[in-house]
């Protein structure tokens, strides 16, 4: 069974514009959660999604956004780039949402964005 | 908050070395408590979890027991393998509103484990 898979796995782009990262969960899973990871904040939960809908969100502004399509595929999107946007950003999918902490997580390898 | 407290890295073996990772959390509610591995280059993998005080999680010869009475859950091994050599994370996941659970993770602890 494939795994989870983000892409791109590298981008780069400029302060000022928008990005959009996609996520395609195990096949079967319905649930997508996005994480940002950076060596100054650690991993910090982004937002769920199952069925289309958004479960939970963390501390994360506005500019920070997800959606998930029928097919459980998932994209987030960050507009208005900071310099401070520059993480890596993880994906994970499981069968159900994260009820009971008992759904286990597969993350898939991440995208790594850069921002100039 | 929730939050996870790991022990700073790096932590530098020799291999077949006794490995320990100390973990302590503080919660709201009562935790499921995990540990995850990322290997260079690589997303995380669950490593081991446990869902209730006193359970003792394991794989692949790591071990963490849940202890509710000192908030810990230490990673252990007898003796570790080059193999080994990635960045481990405590984390722990909480009841929120609607029944749903956001997860909390450590900083990561990166063991380095030498030949």
């Known amino acids: 069974k494939a795994g989870v898979t983000q892409t791109p796995r590298y981008l780069i782009k400029t302060r000022g514009q928008q990005v959009t990262l996609s996520c395609s969960p195990i096949?079967?899973?319905?649930?997508v959660s996005w994480y940002q990871q950076t060596p100054g904040q650690g991993l910090q939960f982004l937002f769920e999604?199952?069925?289309?809908?958004?479960?939970n969100k963390g501390n994360f502004p506005g500019r920070f956004s997800g959606r998930q399509f029928s097919n459980s595929r998932s994209e987030m999107n960050v507009s208005t780039l900071e310099l401070g946007d520059s993480a890596l950003y993880l994906c994970?999918?499981?069968?159900?949402?994260?009820?009971?902490?008992?759904?286990?997580?597969?993350f898939g390898p991440g995208t790594r964005l850069t921002v100039l | 908050g929730d939050s996870v407290t790991q022990m700073e890295g790096p932590v530098t073996l020799s291999e077949e070395a006794f490995l320990t990772i100390n973990c302590t959390y503080t919660?709201?509610?009562?935790?499921?408590l995990f540990w995850y591995v990322q290997y260079p280059g690589e997303g995380l993998q669950l490593l081991l979890k446990?869902?209730?005080?006193?359970d003792k999680g394991s794989n692949k010869g790591f071990e963490a027991t849940y202890r509710k009475e000192t908030t810990s859950f230490h990673l252990e091994k007898g003796s570790v393998q080059v193999s080994d050599s990635a960045v481990y994370f405590c984390?722990?996941?909480?009841?929120?509103?609607?029944?749903?659970?956001?997860?909390?993770f450590g900083r990561g602890t990166s063991l380095i484990v030498h030949p």
């Open positions: 919660a709201t509610g009562y935790p499921s």
């Open positions: 096949s079967g899973h319905r649930s």
């Open positions: 994970a999918s499981s069968l159900e949402p994260s009820a009971s902490g008992e759904d286990t997580q597969y």
């Open positions: 984390a722990l996941s909480v009841g929120a509103s609607g029944g749903s659970y956001i997860p909390t």
């Open positions: 446990a869902t209730k005080a006193d």
């Open positions: 999604y199952f069925s289309e809908t958004q479960r």
